[in-house]
């Protein structure tokens, strides 16, 4: 009797019925593991305070006003703590990241504590006025660029993206040049993009040799929507173009310019936007700044 080749059993590993999740979808796990914990910490057993309890789910109603934080009566009062300069500043946060942020009461609380001793208040100040502020209240904000808080200086630098005012642009050239924070620099350059000025093209085009390249990028950009041309980094290539249009008047220069818009602030998802993690968020337009438009009406 011939018997033919035994079967060896093959060594391979067989691959296993599980495969690995998604990063997105394991993402949706966690969260949803995270909404059930939730849940079953509230509602789940009978030792919590409120199971048994005569009272309103007193544990659940803390819990929710923790979530929500401070109410616009609580944060108004917060905003003028003697005490604490970071409930002031978390209020002024707060106040001027909501809807209703923009009212003229509240447009009166940020230019009234933009003086506040605490540099990270002012801050805040200057971020909320950026948001909501005038023309006018760019003059205030520019006088925040000869602070000695670095940080304090780049949000004013940074909420004069949003706010058109000529007579702020000395100040802007002077932190664009002379400022040694790079942030700073960098903030300013973007805010110059707004006015057509030959003063401040020069100040971007000497800006295009900065040693920090996001300044010089930034200068570039600026320079760019100020005459529709990208001649790239070299300061000759401009200085070039602005002699060839000297020539043909003052305002030649800036004949091709581009519109110029910022990015506008977007307010963090908070705990109950994260939770629906199956929307997505919408994508915000950029935004011209306040005034702009009423200047070249007139």
């Known amino acids: 009797m011939v018997l033919g080749p035994a079967r060896i059993p093959s060594l391979r590993r067989s691959r296993s019925p599980l495969r690995p999740l998604r990063p997105r979808k394991a993402r949706w796990i966690a969260r949803l593991a995270v909404c059930a914990a939730v849940v079953t910490v509230l509602v789940g057993c009978d030792s919590t305070p409120f199971a048994n309890s005569d009272d309103d789910s007193p544990l659940l109603v803390d819990l929710a006003r923790n979530l ?4 616009p009566q609580q944060a108004a009062r917060e905003a003028f703590d003697r005490e604490d300069p970071d409930k002031r500043r978390r209020a002024i ?3 001027s990241s909501a809807e209703w942020g923009g009212e003229p009461a509240y447009l009166s ?3 009234l504590i933009l003086s506040d001793p605490d540099p990270t208040v002012r801050a805040a100040c200057a971020s909320a006025l950026g948001r909501h502020g005038t023309p006018d209240d760019a003059l205030l ?3 925040l660029l000869a602070d000695d808080h670095a940080p304090l200086r780049w ?3 940074k909420a004069l993206r949003a706010l058109h005012q000529p007579l702020v642009t000395p100040k802007l050239i002077d932190g664009l040049l002379r400022d040694e924070n790079a942030d700073v620099r960098m903030a300013a350059a973007e805010a110059l993009g707004q006015y057509p000025r030959r003063d401040v093209f020069d100040a971007l085009v000497t800006s295009l040799t900065d040693s920090e390249f996001g300044v010089a990028h ?3 950009r600026s320079l760019t929507t100020l005459t529709g041309a990208d001649l790239g980094p070299e300061p000759a290539d401009w200085h ?3 002699n060839q249009k000297s020539a043909e008047g003052n305002t030649a220069l800036f004949t091709n310019a581009r519109p110029y818009t910022y990015r506008q602030y ?3 998802p908070g705990l109950f936007e994260k939770a629906r993690f199956w929307e997505d968020p919408e994508a915000e337009a950029n935004q011209q700044p306040a005034g702009l438009e009423d200047e070249r009406e007139s």
């Open 141 to 143: 904000v520019a006088n």
């Open 109 to 111: 609380v940020y230019r």
């Open 155 to 157: 949000e004013a630098a």
């Open 266 to 268: 977007v307010k963090p």
């Open 218 to 220: 930034a200068a570039r």
């Open 240 to 242: 070039q173009l602005a």
């Open 93 to 95: 946060a707060l106040l």
């Open 68 to 71: 929500a934080g401070p109410t």
